[in-house]
C-alpha cells in the first residue's frame, strides 16, 4: 500500500520485547521526562518531518504551531526554560543550538505545542502511522536586555534565530480501539467499512478478494501475551528547522 512508515513502525513494536505502556506515560502532567526515556522505549530514527510534511494535516499544524510562539503560556515556559539555563535576566544568554535532537529539544527549549489528526482523516500512511499526534515548536536563539529611553525601563527579550519542529507520538495498543478491516492487501475505506457491519457491529460480507479481518487493539495484546514479543514505545521524529529573526518580548522578569 506504499505505507513504509506505518509498516516501520509496527515492525518495531513486533520486534520488541513485550512491555506495555503505562496509562501515564501518555497524559501532558505523568509523562516521562524525554531524556530519561531508555532506548528500548522510545524511537527517534523512523518519523521524519520531510515526510510528514507531505501531508497537508501536518503542515497546517506547523503553520499553527508558529503561530503560538509569544502566548502567555510559551511566554511562561520560555522564562522558565531560560532560567533553568542559569539566565538572571542580565547581559544575553543562548538558548540551545540548532543541532539538537529532538528529544534535547523537548527538554531544553520546547515552548508550545498542537494536537493534530481526527478519525475522519483519510486512511493513508500517516493516519496508520500516528492517528492522532502532538506537533512541537521549540525555539534556539539568544536573550537580552534593552533599555527604553524614554521610560528607562529595562525589557527582556529574546531573538530567535530559529524554530523547530517535531512530532511526538505514543505507540501502544492499550484500550479499546478498532484499527480496521484488513485483508491480506489493503485495509478497507471507510465506505466500504460501513458496507460490510450490520446494525449490530457484526461484518456480514465476505469480500470477494478473499479472507478479511477486523483487527483492533486486543488482538495485538493477545499476540504479545501468547509471543513474548510486542513493545510499545514513545515516538520522537526529527527536527525541521526554519529560519525566523523574530524578537519576543518576555514581559516582566521576576
Known amino acids: ?40 522505549h522510545c524511537d527517534e530514527s523512523i518519523v521524519k518531518m520531510e515526510w510528514a ?21 510559551a511566554l511562561i515556559r520560555l522564562q522558565e526554560l531560560l532560567k533553568s539555563a542559569d539566565w538572571d535576566g542580565e547581559g544575553t544568554k543562548a538558548l540551545d543550538s540548532y543541532s539538537m535532537s529532538a528529544l534535547q529539544m523537548d527538554a531544553c527549549s520546547q515552548i508550545n505545542f498542537v494536537k493534530f489528526g ?14 492522532k499526534a ?10 537580552f536586555t534593552k533599555l527604553n529611553p524614554a521610560t528607562k525601563q529595562l525589557h527582556h527579550l529574546f531573538h530567535v534565530e530559529k524554530v ?29 467499512t460501513a458496507f460490510t457491519l450490520s446494525l449490530h457491529g457484526q461484518l ?11 483487527v483492533t487493539n486486543g488482538d495485538f495484546r493477545d499476540y504479545r501475551d501468547k509471543t513474548g514479543k510486542g513493545g510499545d514505545f514513545i ?10 529573526g523574530q524578537v519576543i518580548d518576555l514581559g516582566g522578569w521576576v
Open 118 to 131: 481526527e478519525v475522519w482523516n483519510s486512511l493513508d500512511d500517516m493516519y496508520g502511522a500516528l492517528g
Open 164 to 192: 523547530g519542529f517535531y512530532i511526538r507520538d505514543h505507540y501502544d495498543f492499550n484500550g479499546l480501539q478498532y484499527l480496521g478491516t484488513w485483508t491480506e492487501d489493503r485495509v478497507l475505506t471507510k465506505a466500504e
Open 53 to 73: 510534511m507531505g501531508f497537508e494535516r501536518c503542515r497546517e499544524a506547523v503553520e499553527v504551531a508558529e503561530s503560538l510562539l509569544t502566548t502567555p503560556n
Open 1 to 40: 500500500m506504499g505505507w513504509h512508515t506505518s509498516a516501520a513502525l509496527m515492525q518495531r513494536w513486533f520486534d520488541s520485547p513485550a512491555w506495555a505502556m503505562p496509562e501515564a506515560w501518555k497524559e501532558d502532567k505523568t509523562q516521562p521526562e524525554s531524556l530519561s526515556l531508555k532506548p528500548a
Open 134 to 143: 502532538v506537533l512541537k515548536v521549540g525555539v534556539v536563539g539568544e536573550a
Open 235 to 244: 515516538i520522537y521524529s526529527d527536527v525541521l528547522w526554519k529560519k525566523s
Open 204 to 214: 456480514v460480507l465476505r469480500l470477494k478478494e478473499g479472507p478479511f479481518a477486523a
